[in-house]
């Protein structure tokens, strides 16, 4: 996406790819997995996979401009999204929604209303605890005000914008109201999970989205003195899912073996890092814990890389390389409103350079004859 206004031919497929998500999310907007033949996969609700097509779509359009994105089917499928977000704030009295993976008959654990979206899985595809997700509904409301924006600006629709700025504005009330607990070591900070009840799960998870990406979505400011609270927090021994090794220390997730690391996360965590040290740390860490030019795994053991779940896995390898523009090739986010080559998605987010500006020009030069040669091919 970064490189689509100085290479337009690769634009038709970034098209067709938002495309494919629209019909996805109009064939079954509680599905997270579809096959080649859009069939159903796997049906597990998550908030953050109707957020996900909302960012791409945005994204496009803020790089290049191109108001060929604005298709019918687009905009029908932000109304499916906008009405599937709406049931689910109300999902005792609006929904059918039901999973045998969940307690409590499929209905899953008892909640009150809280503005936020009910949720049934997290990010990672494991069952919640409690269904309202804390990362899920950060990313939900900051992708509620990229659709708003699309709306407004290419389908020129004044009302689905306010309803969905109303609808960011509420979820983003019910964080800060029922997603803070009070922690004696660290302050406030965000829960994972809560039910709206007062009770919450104090944790982290190495699937994105996650608390330590908050600043990475947009949705917290780097210096946000309770994002700090809950990183400092999520990065440690505090957090039941933080696992230290000889090669590798990180945010590992239910979803793999206990005490298993996610090179996943040790991308985030750079991705969000304050300083170049910590970047640069969490590199190292990358680089002792698979082979990024072969293809990061899902989870390895810290203490011999050598035992891993998935040879390859697509997402690591993926976010591996936005890490990689930002530091190496120096294509870092800019202010909200600009869109200068080198923005990526996250507003707020500022990743430390780790090189000089004449080394980062020819390391982007490097890139864009790789990418000038595939598109030759």
């Not at 932000?78 to 059918?96: G, K, N, V, W």
């Not at 019910?174 to 007062?198: N, T």
């Not at 989870?299 to 990689?324: C, H, K, M």
Request: charged share 20%; with cysteine.
């Amino acid at each position: 996406m970064r490189f689509l206004p100085v290479f337009p031919t690769l634009a038709p497929t970034a098209r067709e790819v938002i495309e494919r998500n629209a019909k996805n999310v109009l064939t079954d907007s509680y599905a997270n997995a579809f096959t080649a033949g859009y069939k159903v996969w796997e049906e597990k609700w998550e908030p953050d996979s109707l957020a996900y097509p909302i960012n791409l779509a945005w994204s496009y359009w803020k790089r290049t401009g191109d108001a060929g994105v604005f298709t019918r089917r687009l905009q029908w499928s932000f109304i499916r999204t906008l009405r599937t977000y709406d049931c689910e704030q109300h999902h005792a009295t609006c929904s059918r929604y039901t999973s045998s993976f969940l307690p409590n008959r499929g209905q899953g654990a008892h909640f009150s209303l809280t503005g936020m979206i009910w949720g049934a899985f997290r990010p990672s595809d494991d069952p919640v605890r409690y269904p309202f997700n804390i990362p899920q509904q950060m990313l939900a409301a900051v992708s509620l005000g990229d659709l708003a924006d699309l709306e407004e600006t290419g389908y020129h629709d004044e009302a689905l914008a306010v309803r969905a700025r109303l609808m960011a504005q509420e979820i983003s009330a019910g964080i800060e109201q029922h997603g803070l607990v009070y922690d004696m070591r660290y302050g406030w900070i965000y829960a994972y999970e809560v039910d709206g009840r007062g009770n919450s799960e104090r944790m982290d998870d190495a699937n994105p989205p996650n608390l330590i990406s908050a600043t990475y979505f947009g949705y917290s400011s780097p210096d946000d003195p309770v994002y700090q609270n809950t990183r400092r927090f999520a990065l440690s021994g505090q957090n039941p899912y933080y696992y230290s090794g000889r090669y590798a220390s990180g945010l590992g997730s239910s979803h793999t073996r206990t005490g298993w690391v996610w090179p996943l996360a040790l991308i985030m965590r750079a991705l969000t890092a304050p300083s170049v040290r910590e970047v640069a740390h969490s590199l190292a860490q990358i680089q002792q814990t698979g082979s990024p030019a072969a293809g990061l795994h899902e989870s390895v053991d810290p203490n011999d890389p050598a035992q891993f779940t998935r040879n390859e896995f697509g997402w690591a390898n993926a976010l591996y390389a936005e890490l990689i523009f930002r530091t190496v090739a120096n294509l870092s986010t800019g202010p909200a409103g600009q869109v200068p080559l080198g923005t990526l998605v996250p507003r707020e987010a500022q990743t430390p350079q780790l090189v000089e500006p004449a080394q980062a020009l020819r390391n982007a030069g490097v890139i864009a004859l790789t990418l000038q040669s595939v598109l030759d091919l």
